[in-house]
């Protein structure tokens, strides 16, 4: 079993930046955010493979930059021009088998999330 560890989130204004951080204790092929807003279905903002290629829902392309450390088991979400509808928890997911997947169920690792608000 491999445990996420989410940090990074917070509260800012609309158009400020946030970084969230994701730590696996162990192998992860691919790995993922994904965001619940409240009264909200989870949905996927980005994944990346252990070759560093992303793949980028529609919530997360533009503003949004996924990354990933290898060395240190950690990906990272750049959160930049941030707008008060991603105000949300942020979750981070991994998976061992090969591909990226955007949705939720294809993930059996994820994290306790962290919070996101943005204020207009």
């Known amino acids: 079993q491999v445990t996420l560890v989410e940090s990074g989130g917070g509260s800012v204004q609309s158009g400020g930046s946030l970084r969230l951080s994701c730590v696996a204790s162990?192998?992860?092929?691919?790995m993922a955010w994904f965001r619940q807003r409240p009264g909200q279905e989870r949905e996927a903002v980005a994944a990346?493979?252990?070759?560093?290629?992303?793949v980028y829902a529609d919530s997360g392309e533009g503003r949004f930059a996924i990354s990933r450390d290898n060395t240190k088991n950690t990906i990272y979400l750049q959160m930049n021009n941030l707008k008060p509808e991603d105000t949300a928890t942020y979750f981070c997911?991994?998976?061992?088998?090969?591909?990226?997947?955007?949705?939720?169920?294809?993930?059996?690792?994820w994290g306790q999330g962290t919070q996101v608000t943005v204020s207009s």
């Open positions: 997911a991994g998976r061992a088998a090969i591909l990226c997947p955007l949705r939720p169920v294809h993930y059996g690792y």
């Open positions: 990346i493979d252990r070759d560093d290629q992303p």
């Open positions: 162990g192998y992860t092929y691919c």
